[in-house]
């Protein structure tokens, strides 16, 4: 793996930093540059998703450092050092989402428009951050005999495991998956959320279905039917995303109101 993509004195570039920037500048490029077509400005997508990513970043190491603080018990600073990997997805959500959704008020901006928005952005930046997660040597998955099983440094031992699965590309693999289905949905949005409530229950069936083959860095198992933690929280958010989705669908059809389809071009921003 390539944890250091090159040192400039004293300062080291991390793989895993780099590619959680790029993946944050793609996704907030794509929520800005189609802003227009939800009546949104693109200049206050990308104030949306600065402190989205703030509050993503603290949200998702915060979770992580819970779920297990003996590995910071040492060296409480180590926390601090996020480069070093160790985030949670869910715990990035949440965080993300209520930075976001502050910054949306904030704005006047429509909260479920934004989140549509961000619901097709979350997937690129998703992608990316789990390359950076194959070259940082994390979140690998279990022992295989596949053509493309790849040696991760094993944290436990010091060395290298046997060959395993490559989980963080199967994650990014997924994560294209994802963003071509809601690509695909965009157009034909009948009630606003309808696209974030989409991603969520799109990504808690990956993520329910990695778990199985995923290792490093992932939650224990739970008494029930052998399932993980993070297998349990995502059948729990696939399921309120549908029940979610259900009860806005049947509100938009009583409502009887009109189209909320996106424009077919970005236009000018409205203010």
């Known amino acids: ?153 094993n944290p436990a031992t010091g060395g290298l495991t046997a060959p395993s699965h490559p989980a963080q590309l199967y994650s990014a693999l997924a994560a294209i998956a994802m963003y071509v289905l809601l690509v695909f949905l965009e157009p034909r949005r009948r009630f606003r959320g309808q696209l974030m409530l989409a991603f969520l229950f799109l990504y808690g069936v990956y993520r329910f279905c990695i778990e199985f083959v995923r290792e490093g860095v992932t939650a224990d198992t739970t008494p029930l039917l052998g399932l993980t933690e993070g297998q349990i929280a995502s059948l729990l958010l696939s399921l309120a995303a549908v029940a979610a989705w259900v009860i806005a669908a049947r509100r938009a059809r009583r409502s009887g109101s009109g189209s909320v389809t996106p424009t077919a071009t970005p236009s000018a921003a409205a203010h």
């Not at 703030?54 to 910071?72: C, K, M, N, Q, S």
């Not at 160790?86 to 934004?114: E, H, P």
């Not at 950076?132 to 440094?153: E, I, K, M, R, S």
Request: aromatic share 14%; charged share 10%.
């Open 1 to 153: 793996m390539w944890p250091e993509l090159f040192k400039i004195g004293p300062l080291t570039v991390h793989s895993w930093g780099v590619f959680l920037m790029l993946g944050f500048l793609l996704a907030a490029w794509r929520a800005a540059r189609n802003a227009p077509r939800y009546n949104i400005a693109g200049e206050h997508m990308w104030d949306v998703s600065l402190w989205g990513l703030l509050g993503g970043v603290i949200g998702a190491r915060l979770a992580y450092v819970l779920i297990t603080p003996d590995e910071f018990r040492a060296s409480p600073l180590a926390a601090l050092q996020i480069w070093q990997g160790g985030m949670t997805f869910y715990g990035g959500l949440v965080g993300g989402i209520l930075a976001g959704a502050l910054v949306c008020r904030l704005r006047r901006i429509n909260v479920l428009d934004a989140a549509d928005l961000a619901a097709l952005s979350f997937p690129l930046g998703y992608a990316l951050g789990r390359v950076g997660c194959f070259f940082n040597g994390c979140c690998y998955g279990g022992v295989c005999d596949l053509p493309w099983a790849t040696q991760f440094h």
